[in-house]
DNA sequence: TTTCTCGGACGATCAACACC
DNA sequence: GTGTTGATCGTCCGAGAAAG
């Protein structure tokens, strides 16, 4: 069966086809919920799904990646997020430890020889031509245009890595049917897991509000925020979380606050 | 049954190349 | 100068192994 670590594709895009029932536990100190296959599923679209299994010919969901995971979950090839520390690493208690794993240069002066020609002048293929073996065709699809994607809001039951300024920007439009966002209530706090002090230069705590993990009801974590005391900000302080069954994850680290 | 490991598919990036 | 191509490098899915 898939490892605990697995099936979370949690953050991937709305556009993704949904993956036929499964459902969120958290069985296993692994970040992220394993999903299981019940007798009875409820039909809940809030996964994706990453294999060909669902490929439509056409629209081919894409993986979402976080720009830099951490040096845990880049070991343990696994599943990253932007928050510094990353969930997976406040899930096994090393959140000191999670720092943005060292990037290669790339190569540069490499030569590449002719490219072929634009504008059917050549035997180029037509990027959008689903007969295409051309590996390099799906990554042209999603890349064009240079900078990224702007943020998007994910859909109620996806846990995002994503950090957001401020409110969350409009979906950029597509032609897929509309989905759900989380409601501004449902946005959290970062995790202020540790003093400053020790945090890692990469951690700069700042206003910004992720949106937060969102299980389905029936497995969400035990949030433990901090005494209302002790907030100094008007956004609750989360500083751990329990996970159902199994216990085995409880974290609490000892204080949290940022100076605003 | 649960957790861990890791091969490899796929996504993101960006320098080389092509065209105007 | 701008846009396109395609190689490189990184992420993480998911199957199988190992452990309990
Ligand atoms: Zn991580
Ligand atoms: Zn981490």
Known sequence: MASADDANSLEDDPEEPPRPLTVYTFQSPSLYPVLKSPESPPQLNMF???????????????????????????????????????????????????????????????????????????????????????????SNNNKRMGSPSPPVYFPIG??????????????????????????????????????????????HPQPYYQAAPIYPLLHQPHYIMAPAQQQQHNYPVLVGATFPKHNSFEYQPEMVHQQG
Not at 49 to 73: E, G, I, L, M, T
Not at 94 to 108: F, L, Q
Not at 117 to 128: A, E, I, L
């Open 48 to 138: 994706s799904y990453s294999s060909k299994d669902f490929a439509p010919q056409a629209a081919r969901a894409k993986r979402r990646q976080v720009k830099n995971a951490c040096v845990h979950c880049q070991k343990a090839c696994k599943k990253c997020d932007d928050a510094r520390p990353c969930l997976r690493c406040v899930k096994y208690g090393v959140a000191e430890e999670c720092v943005d794993s060292p990037r290669k240069e790339r190569k540069k002066g490499v030569k590449r020889g002719p490219y072929k020609k634009r504008d059917g002048k050549g035997s180029s293929v037509d990027p959008y031509d689903g007969s295409s073996n051309d590996a390099s065709v799906q």
């Open 158 to 203: 996806y846990p995002s890595p994503v950090y957001y300024p401020q409110q969350p920007q409009a979906l950029e439009s597509t032609s897929e049917p509309p989905v759900l966002y989380s409601s501004p209530q449902q946005i959290l706090p970062h995790i202020h897991a540790q003093p400053d002090s020790t945090l890692p230069d990469s951690y």
